[in-house]
C-alpha cells in the first residue's frame, strides 16, 4: 500500500506485525535509510543484507530468508539496496507466500509509476511503499522536529529552520546533528530541554570545520580564493562530498523557482521576501546576489552537473575531496564570469 509523508512516521515507528515488504524509493536516498533505520529500530531488528541480483538468481531467495529463524534468537530484517527490477519476481513471491518472521526492507532510487516492483508494493495490503523526496520549507522543519523530539529535544520553526538548511536537508545528517546537539545541552526522551540557537552557535554543523553549506555559497558566489581555502581543509580521505553536493542540491533547488520568478518580471526583492524563513537570515544577502547572478538556464546546469557529480562520487573510486573540488572550482568560475 502506498504511504502519505503525514503516515510514514508512524508506519515505521509503529510498524503493524503483518507487512512483509517495505519499499523506501524516491530521489532523497537519505531519508529513504533514515527511515528504514528507525524502522529497524522500532522493530528491535538487525540487518541482514541480500543483493538484488542474488534475489534475481534465486526468485525464492527472500521468501526464504523473511521466513527462516535468526541463528542467534531475536528479529531481523532482510534488507536490500540498491532495490532494482531484479527482485520483482522474489518480491512477488513473498507477498504471495505464506506467513514471515521477517520483513523485506528495500532501498531504491527513484522508480517510474510504470515500475512492476512499485505497483507490487503500492498494491499489496502486506507492504508499504513511499516515495521520498527532499522536504523543503514547512516540511523540512517538520522533519527537524520529529527528528528532534525522539532525541528529547524541543525545537522551534526558526531554530528547526536553521539546522535543516546548515544540513541540506538531508535526514541521516540531521539526526546525527540532533544527537551532538542532545548530548550537549543534557536532552534526552525522559528528560527533554529546549534548543536554543546559542547551542548551534557552540557545537552546531554550521561551526564545524568545512561547513557543507558554507562550500556551496562560495561556489555559487565565486569566491574563488576562499572557497580553494575551505577545500584545502577538507581530510585527504574524508566522506564530506556526498553531503557537500546534497547541501548545494539544495540551495539550487531554492534559487531555480526564485530566478524564474525574477525572470517573469518580478523584482528580487520582492521575490527574497516571499521566500521568508526559509532561508536563514544571515544567508539573506547571498541568496539575493545569487537570484540576480545567475539565470535559470544556468541554474539547470549546475543542477545536472550536481547530478552527475554525485553519482560520480557515489559510483566511482575517485577521491572526493579532488573530484569535489573540481567541479565546485568550476561553478565559482562560472559565477565569476556572470
Same mark, same amino acid.
Given at each position: 500500500?502506498?504511504?502519505?509523508?503525514?503516515?510514514?512516521?508512524?508506519?515505521?515507528?509503529?510498524?503493524?506485525?503483518?507487512?512483509?515488504?517495505?519499499?523506501?524509493?524516491?530521489?532523497?536516498?537519505?531519508?529513504?535509510?533514515?527511515?528504514?533505520?528507525?524502522?529497524?529500530?522500532?522493530?528491535?531488528?538487525?540487518?541482514?543484507?541480500?543483493?538484488?541480483?542474488?534475489?534475481?538468481?534465486?526468485?525464492?531467495?527472500?521468501?526464504?530468508?523473511?521466513?527462516?529463524?535468526?541463528?542467534?534468537?531475536?528479529?531481523?530484517?532482510?534488507?536490500?539496496?540498491?532495490?532494482?527490477?531484479?527482485?520483482?519476481?522474489?518480491?512477488?513471491?513473498?507477498?504471495?507466500?505464506?506467513?514471515?518472521?521477517?520483513?523485506?526492507?528495500?532501498?531504491?532510487?527513484?522508480? &517510474?509509476?510504470?515500475?512492476?516492483?512499485?505497483?507490487?508494493?503500492?498494491?499489496? &495490503?502486506?507492504? #508499504?511503499?513511499?516515495?521520498?523526496?527532499?522536504?523543503?520549507?514547512?516540511?523540512?522543519?517538520?522533519?527537524? #522536529?520529529?527528528?528532534?523530539?525522539?532525541?528529547?529535544?524541543?525545537?522551534?520553526?526558526? #531554530?528547526?529552520?536553521?539546522?535543516?538548511?546548515?544540513?541540506?536537508?538531508?535526514?541521516?545528517?540531521?539526526?546525527?546533528?540532533?544527537?551532538?546537539?542532545?548530548?550537549?545541552?543534557?536532552?534526552? &526522551?525522559?528528560?527533554?530541554?529546549?534548543?536554543?540557537?546559542?547551542?548551534?552557535?557552540?557545537?552546531?554543523?554550521?561551526?564545524?570545520?568545512?561547513?557543507?553549506?558554507?562550500?556551496?555559497?562560495?561556489?555559487?558566489?565565486?569566491?574563488?580564493?576562499?572557497?580553494?581555502?575551505?577545500?584545502?581543509?577538507?581530510?585527504?580521505?574524508?566522506?564530506?562530498?556526498?553531503?557537500?553536493?546534497?547541501?548545494?542540491?539544495?540551495?539550487?533547488?531554492?534559487?531555480?523557482?526564485?530566478?524564474?520568478?525574477?525572470?517573469?518580471?518580478?523584482?528580487?526583492?520582492?521575490?527574497?521576501?516571499?521566500?521568508?524563513?526559509?532561508?536563514?537570515?544571515?544567508?539573506?544577502?547571498?541568496?539575493?546576489?545569487?537570484?540576480?547572478?545567475?539565470?535559470?538556464?544556468?541554474?539547470?546546469?549546475?543542477?545536472?552537473?550536481?547530478?552527475?557529480?554525485?553519482?560520480?562520487?557515489?559510483?566511482?573510486?575517485?577521491?572526493?575531496?579532488?573530484?569535489?573540488?573540481?567541479?565546485?572550482?568550476?561553478?565559482?568560475?562560472?559565477?565569476?564570469?556572470?
Amino acid at each position: 500500500m502506498k504511504v502519505s509523508p503525514a503516515s510514514i512516521g508512524r508506519a515505521v515507528d509503529q510498524p503493524g506485525g503483518g507487512i512483509r515488504f517495505y519499499l523506501f524509493h524516491g530521489e532523497d536516498e537519505s531519508q529513504s535509510r533514515a527511515l528504514a533505520a528507525r524502522l529497524l529500530e522500532a522493530l528491535g531488528a538487525t540487518k541482514f543484507v541480500v543483493t538484488a541480483g542474488s534475489a534475481k538468481g534465486d526468485p525464492a531467495l527472500l521468501a526464504d530468508e523473511a521466513g527462516a529463524m535468526s541463528l542467534f534468537g531475536g528479529k531481523r530484517a532482510v534488507w536490500i539496496e540498491p532495490a532494482t527490477k531484479d527482485i520483482e519476481d522474489g518480491v512477488a513471491a513473498l507477498l504471495q507466500g505464506p506467513d514471515t518472521e521477517n520483513p523485506v526492507v528495500a532501498i531504491a532510487a527513484q522508480l &517510474p509509476k510504470t515500475s512492476a516492483l512499485l505497483k507490487l508494493a503500492e498494491a499489496s &495490503p502486506l507492504a #508499504v511503499a513511499f516515495a521520498a523526496y527532499a522536504p523543503e520549507g514547512q516540511a523540512a522543519e517538520r522533519m527537524v #522536529v520529529d527528528a528532534g523530539r525522539r532525541v528529547g529535544l524541543k525545537i522551534s520553526p526558526p #531554530v528547526a529552520a536553521r539546522i535543516a538548511d546548515s544540513c541540506g536537508n538531508d535526514q541521516a545528517i540531521v539526526a546525527r546533528e540532533l544527537e551532538k546537539l542532545a548530548l550537549y545541552v543534557d536532552a534526552s &526522551p525522559h528528560s527533554p530541554k529546549e534548543l536554543e540557537h546559542d547551542a548551534i552557535d557552540e557545537v552546531g554543523a554550521e561551526s564545524a570545520e568545512g561547513d557543507f553549506l558554507r562550500l556551496a555559497d562560495l561556489a555559487l558566489g565565486g569566491d574563488i580564493a576562499e572557497l580553494s581555502e575551505e577545500l584545502a581543509r577538507l581530510p585527504a580521505g574524508g566522506s564530506e562530498g556526498i553531503p557537500v553536493v546534497r547541501s548545494l542540491q539544495r540551495r539550487l533547488l531554492m534559487l531555480a523557482p526564485a530566478r524564474a520568478r525574477v525572470e517573469r518580471g518580478e523584482r528580487v526583492d520582492a521575490v527574497m521576501a516571499s521566500l521568508g524563513r526559509a532561508v536563514f537570515w544571515k544567508d539573506k544577502g547571498k541568496v539575493q546576489r545569487m537570484i540576480g547572478k545567475w539565470s535559470a538556464e544556468d541554474l539547470a546546469t549546475v543542477a545536472d552537473r550536481a547530478s552527475r557529480l554525485e553519482r560520480a562520487l557515489i559510483f566511482t573510486a575517485a577521491p572526493d575531496r579532488e573530484t569535489l573540488g573540481e567541479e565546485l572550482l568550476a561553478i565559482a568560475r562560472k559565477a565569476r564570469s556572470l
